[in-house]
């Protein structure tokens, strides 16, 4: 199927109904299968009251035992048939929907990955996730309009015929009813449709908040404001529940004439047909037949009702695809010109910047965002005059553009996916030619890998890794230090190897030392292509054959590095690393302390390896290669071999029990009172067949009394009476149970939510974003849907059973008996469906997540796919997913096309079973004829309530394993019960601190959470002496810091700096040793509590889809505008002042301003001003700011933060000049302690990071 793709026309997508079209014309032979089989089972359900009324006619009646026999065994045949037939439709059908469904996901996939970059600003992941995991399924539902739905029309016609052949007087009634039922179901399915398309909005709107919250997860676990973002959730799923009450109140009445209608219109014609029969103008055979003829329309009138209601919701899912799909790309080019045939000069003329062929040139200027620019007209991502020898980018071709010019921005997303698929991007790891290595290719793709690995200097992320290349990296390298991260990005794009390369920042995040090896090897790795690296470092500039300098946006000097030194006044103060003391107080502390440097840690140095990063152990100094596997697990923030994507965990099903119990308790005067109305409801059902017997015994007699008319008037008001008030019955226990499954869904989404927030961060960072977003949405309607309509149905469709059985049992026990033994063969096959339901649907669950991912990461990396031309990759990816997915469907599907025939089959059993008994007892005159028709008639109505159990039973199966997976979050143990204790105080005192990033075999639980030890047990790396055991990646840390000073953590990438900060804000907790504020563990601290003390703010950034001033209330929720306007002057954040609407502007992806990754930063620094914890960590909070804007930031926050607590995790050495002490790291241990003029006279690994970061020079 995947092969035969093609993406809808324009015209496809015209309109809502268009788009239907499409994808009923996209499978014409198996709608045409579907059709065919719906036809002939409609068809054949109109075959059985027939059979039936020639067995009595001709059989019972006659007392014809041979005449018996022959017509029971065609009613057993005709069920064979019906039931095989029926399988059949239902495996056609289920094929048609899941076709439907991910055709729709590959259009929207392929759409996103047609408009690349042009889609920022104009869809979120929210909006794409809900429709591939939601509007796909309610689209999908309305293919059954194509199957059952064109039966059912036939089925109606076929009946109509054959009741002409009877009376054309209830041919015409029968032809009349159901237009009629049809014009009063109308106006109905109209007020659906509308009221369908607000929740709908409401839904998505729902969705992308739940989307947005786990994307922006990690934030709050350092900043806090988790209960305020749960306040606005609970806010937007309240108006998706009264929205909800107003679906209901809809459906409640389309589902009740849907049922009580035909019912009414079999009243109707009963009564007709009684009246002829008892005017002896029709045969008692022939009135059985009528009433199994018009019994049996309720089936084929259903389907009609629910396939109108159907595409009425598929109407509104399609007008939210259809949208989407009408996106086109911006007007930035559409060209069809060649691009120059060899390297050619790029020229900006809105800069002035000119670009060599064939050399590194590097821009720089005193505004970051001036330089970034350049690079977005040269890389044509923005509309310009830009061009390429001589040509205008955007008249080149966009694939021949993109195939020879990459963009490599400092932010590209990273997709989910081992660290070799990673790094090859649009390449398939299988198929890169290489220049050598073995047969099957690899070899050769690893040969490539490698160096490009080595030359970003990602070496030691790779060999830290359990698996190497092989090793798994979520979406966005979550697992991954900031360094980490760019690394990998930059050994991407060197491995793409495109003829230009514009870089933006590819070092910021990295120490000096690794910055310098980063910049030389960029350097070899790019001789005789075209390079444009943005940055203000030096390292980065002397390698640069080419410095730009920029002001003002446009070019102020040109010419090498020492060149400009020398002649641009300007440019030397930009890039000098020359350092000014801050004003007094300005530092936290209020002074500088004299710094000591730690003798204890004198034997454990640090130096440079030849590879230009640090190399350190616990146990002295090692080189190369040899000392990266040697502190394997050490080197990185996320090492020692850890899963980087831990599924996770789902409930058993004694949870899921216990669960739905306790929401049906918490409703259920509510839930009574839909099971006692659906009851009732049931037995005013059960009148008509109760009847039809008194009315067979009553006509039997000699025809023409005044009498028996009379009766058959009297007993067919009473059946009219008791059809109209199941209707209103049926009615108010809808609309009652709509209610109740409404507010159910509210408190399991909004409980979801509420436990997802409290998931313990190292679960939040492994699990993948999908799952979660997966479990709250589509797992969470269907459980809702399972309350609010499978659990009533079920055990109303039991209770209609029970009085079935019970009524054949008042009639005679004998009946009841043989009638009731031959249902032994349904819970047989239902007992082996159930044994193995449950896997196979949490198997879809997982599928569904995976494509959750894909279809979020088609959105958040849509720029990336353009940049390094990753369509085809993603898509191959993608259809990867879809595969899966489909499989999982099929191997239920699987399961369903044994147990639907097998019960189909056993339905027939009851009917003949009366029938030969009752025959036998006929003859003895042990029981009258009309007992033993209403026998056969109440078995033939058994099947609607039995199939009412087997289909919720289905959809039972699939809700209890997405109930399983939303209640699976509880099933995460806590990390210790929250302490009551007040800290005394603000020192933060760190202890022999080990700590360990989980491994798999480490003998936990498959489902326990990583880096956690489940309760009662030894973590498996404990031992006794504390000592360092492999996985660490922090050794006997100890540190105390005092209250209200500045402490800078500066050292290598991969130091373990980056885990520190976690330990120090609470986020993890140690292996061994302690992390106390106040003389209180941290991480015992309530999270609310915690927050109010210490913030973590890192430089993943996030904005969350909202206001301005929303982003900044998460924060501290009773802040004034005064409160919010003076946190966003203290950071810098002026842009804020020209946004159209101030604080209430909306912020985010659609319809709002859109923060770059400085403004981001600005506003998580604001945010932490208006937190006022007493401990700040900033965990490179300001990498993205350009260094003249970080260090003014920087400068502002200490002043802001004056008397707070300051630990400054950073890469620019600038800040560790300013603080009051500084803590060296590297290989997880802190191997020198003091102040900045104390270390650098001591000589030793800062001292010597210090003349890197000043390019070699010395002070």
């Not at 302390?593 to 204890?600: Q, S």
């Not at 409930?651 to 929401?663: F, K, L, N, S, T």
């Not at 965990?1179 to 920087?1194: G, I, K, N, W, Y």
Request: charged share 20%; with cysteine; hydrophobic share 45%.
């Amino acid at each position: 199927m995947a092969d035969t793709f093609r993406p809808p026309a324009a015209k496809d997508i015209r309109t809502p109904l268009r788009f239907l079209l499409w994808l009923v014309a996209c499978q014409r032979r198996r709608v045409a299968a579907g059709a065919v089989l719906g036809i002939t089972w409609m068809t054949g359900l109109a075959v059985p009251p027939y059979l039936l009324s020639r067995a009595v006619d001709d059989g019972l009646k006659a007392r014809d035992t041979t005449a018996l026999l022959a017509w029971t065994a065609a009613v057993f045949a005709m069920g064979a048939v019906n039931a095989a037939v029926g399988a059949a439709r239902h495996r056609t059908m289920t094929r048609i929907r899941i076709d439907a469904s991910f055709r729709t996901v590959r259009a929207t996939l392929a759409r996103a990955s047609a408009l690349g970059n042009a889609l920022h600003g104009r869809a979120t992941a929210g909006e794409i996730v809900t429709i591939g995991v939601g509007d796909v399924q309610v689209i999908a539902r309305s293919m059954t309009a194509t199957g059952p739905g064109v039966g059912a029309v036939v089925a109606y016609l076929v009946v109509a015929g054959l009741l002409l052949g009877i009376s054309p007087l209830l041919a015409a009634v029968v032809l009349a009813g159901v237009p009629l039922l049809a014009a009063a179901i109308g106006p109905l399915q109209r007020q659906l449709r509308g009221a369908g398309a607000d929740y709908r909005e409401e839904q998505g709107a729902l969705t992308a908040l739940l989307v947005d919250l786990v994307t922006g997860l990690r934030v709050l676990n350092g900043l806090g404001g988790k209960e305020v973002y749960a306040g606005r959730y609970r806010q937007r799923s309240g108006a998706l529940r009264a929205q909800g009450y107003r679906v209901g109140a809809v459906t409640s009445w389309v589902g009740a004439l849907a049922t009580g209608g035909p019912a009414l219109f079999l009243a109707l014609v009963t009564w007709l047909a009684a009246r002829m029969a008892a005017e002896g103008t029709l045969a008692i055979g022939d009135l059985i037949a009528v009433y199994g003829y018009t019994a049996m329309l309720v089936v084929p009138v259903a389907s009609l009702i629910e396939a109108g209601s159907d595409i009425a919701r598929a109407l509104v899912s399609a007008r939210r695809v259809t949208g989407f799909l009408a996106l086109r790309p911006q007007a930035r080019h559409a060209g069809t010109r060649q691009p120059p045939s060899g390297p050619a000069e790029l020229y900006d003329p809105a800069s002035g910047v000119r670009v060599r062929p064939g050399g590194l040139t590097a821009l720089t200027g005193a505004r970051a965002a001036d330089a970034a620019e350049v690079v977005e007209r040269l890389g044509c991502f923005t509309p310009s005059d830009a061009c390429w020898g001589g040509i205008r980018l955007d008249t080149i071709a966009p694939e021949q553009l993109r195939e020879r010019i990459l963009v490599a921005d400092n932010d590209a997303y990273l997709f989910a996916g081992s660290v070799r698929e990673i790094v090859a991007g649009r390449r398939p790891p299988d198929k890169d030619s290489g220049d050598g290595g073995d047969s099957t290719g690899k070899g050769d793709t690893d040969r490539g890998v490698r160096a490009a690995v080595h030359s970003a200097v990602a070496t030691d992320i790779v060999q830290a890794l359990r698996d190497a290349l092989d090793s798994a990296v979520t979406a966005q390298g979550g697992s991954l230090s900031g360094g980490q991260r760019q690394r990998l990005r930059l050994a991407r794009a060197l491995y793409a190897r495109p003829e230009v390369l514009l870089a933006v920042e590819p070092t910021s995040a990295v120490d000096a030392h690794t910055e310098a090896a980063m910049a030389a090897r960029l350097r070899t790795a790019r001789t005789g292509l075209t390079t444009v690296v943005t940055t203000s470092s030096p390292l980065v500039l002397e390698q640069a054959d080419t410095v730009v300098h920029l002001m003002a946006g446009r070019v102020a000097a040109a010419g090498s590095h020492h060149e400009l030194l020398r002649t641009e006044a300007g440019y030397r103060a930009l890039v000098s690393r020359a350092t000014q003391e801050p004003e007094p107080g300005a530092a936290g502390g209020g002074g500088r302390p004299e710094g000591v440097v730690r003798p204890e840690l004198s034997g454990c140095p640090v130096s440079v390896s030849r590879a230009g990063g640090w190399v350190g152990c616990p146990g002295g100094v090692r080189r190369g290669r040899r000392a990266a596997r040697g502190c394997r697990g050490a080197g990185i923030v996320r090492g020692g071999g850890v899963p980087v994507s831990t599924p996770l965990p789902v409930a058993d099903p004694a949870r899921v029990r216990r669960a739905a119990i306790g929401e049906v308790r918490t409703d259920k005067g509510a839930f009574t009172a839909v099971l006692a109305l659906n009851a009732l409801a049931a037995a005013a059902g059960l009148v008509g067949p109760w009847l039809l017997g008194t009315i067979v015994n009553t006509v039997k007699a000699p025809p023409g009394g005044r009498g028996a008319v009379t009766t058959v008037n009297r007993l067919a008001l009473v059946i009219v009476a008791a059809t109209l008030a199941q209707i209103v019955l049926s009615r108010w226990a809808l609309r009652l149970a709509a209610g109740f499954g409404e507010r159910a869904a509210a408190r399991i989404r909004e409980r979801f939510v509420d436990r997802m927030l409290t998931l313990p961060a190292v679960v939040v960072e492994h699990a993948p974003a999908g799952d979660l977003a997966t479990r709250g949405t589509t797992d969470v309607d269907a459980v809702a849907t399972a309350l609010r309509s499978a659990a009533p149905e079920v055990l109303i469709a039991a209770v209609q059973a029970l009085f079935i059985v019970g009524a054949v049992f008042v009639l005679n026990p004998l009946l009841g008996g043989c009638g009731l033994s031959c249902l032994v063969a349904v819970a047989v096959a239902l007992r082996w469906y159930l044994r193995r339901g449950r896997p196979g649907y949490l198997a879809e669950g997982a599928t569904n997540s995976v494509l959750a991912e894909v279809l979020a990461g088609a959105v958040d990396g849509a720029r990336t796919v353009e940049a390094l031309r990753l369509e085809e990759r993603r898509l191959a990816i993608a259809e990867a997913a879809i595969a899966r997915a489909r499989a999982a469907r099929l191997r239920t599907l699987g399961l369903r096309s044994v147990l639907f025939p097998a019960v189909d089959i056993s339905y027939t059993l009851p009917v003949v079973g009366v029938l030969l008994v009752g025959g036998a007892l006929y003859d003895r005159g042990a029981v009258g004829l009309g007992a033993v028709v209403a026998s056969t008639v109440y078995f033939r109505q058994l099947i609607g309530p039995m199939d009412t159990i087997l289909l919720w039973v289905e959809q039972l199966q699939s809700s209890t394993a997405s109930y399983a997976r939303v209640e699976g979050l509880a099933a995460v143990p806590e990390d210790a019960t929250p302490t009551t204790a007040e800290p005394a105080g603000d020192r933060i005192e760190v202890t022999g601190v080990r700590y360990a990033y989980r491994r798999p075999g480490d003998g936990l639980p498959a489902d326990a959470p990583p880096g956690r030890t489940p309760p009662g047990q030894t973590p498996p790396t404990q031992t006794p002496s504390g000592q360092t055991v492999p996985g660490d990646v922090l050794h006997g840390v100890d540190l105390g810091i005092r209250p209200g000073e500045r402490l800078a953590v500066v050292g290598p990438s991969g130091a373990g700096k980056s885990t520190l900060g976690r330990l120090l804000a609470g986020i993890d907790r140690p292996r061994t040793g302690t992390v106390t504020v106040g003389g209180v563990p941290v991480a015992d601290l309530p999270p609310e509590r915690l927050r109010r003390q210490i913030a973590l703010i890192t430089q993943e950034h996030h904005v969350f889809h909202d206001t301005l001033r929303n982003n900044l209330l998460l924060a501290r929720p009773t802040a004034t505008d005064a409160h919010l306007h003076a946190a966003l002057a203290a950071v810098g954040a002026g842009w804020t002042a020209g946004l159209p609407a101030g604080l209430d502007t909306a912020l985010g992806e659609v319809g709002g301003h859109r923060p770059d990754g400085s403004q981001a930063q600005q506003l998580a620094l604001a945010r932490v001003i208006l937190a006022d914890p007493h401990t700040v960590i900033l965990d490179e909070a300001t990498a993205l700011l350009d260094p003249a804007t970080a260090r003014t930031t920087e400068r502002a926050l200490a002043a802001a933060l004056r008397g707070r607590t300051v630990i400054a995790i950073a890469h620019r050495l600038h800040t560790a000049h300013d603080a009051d002490r500084i803590a060296v790291m590297a290989a997880g241990v802190v191997t020198e302690l003091g102040t900045h003029d104390a270390l650098v006279a001591a000589g030793g690994g800062y001292a010597a990071l210090w003349r890197t970061w000043h390019g070699g020079a010395r002070e």
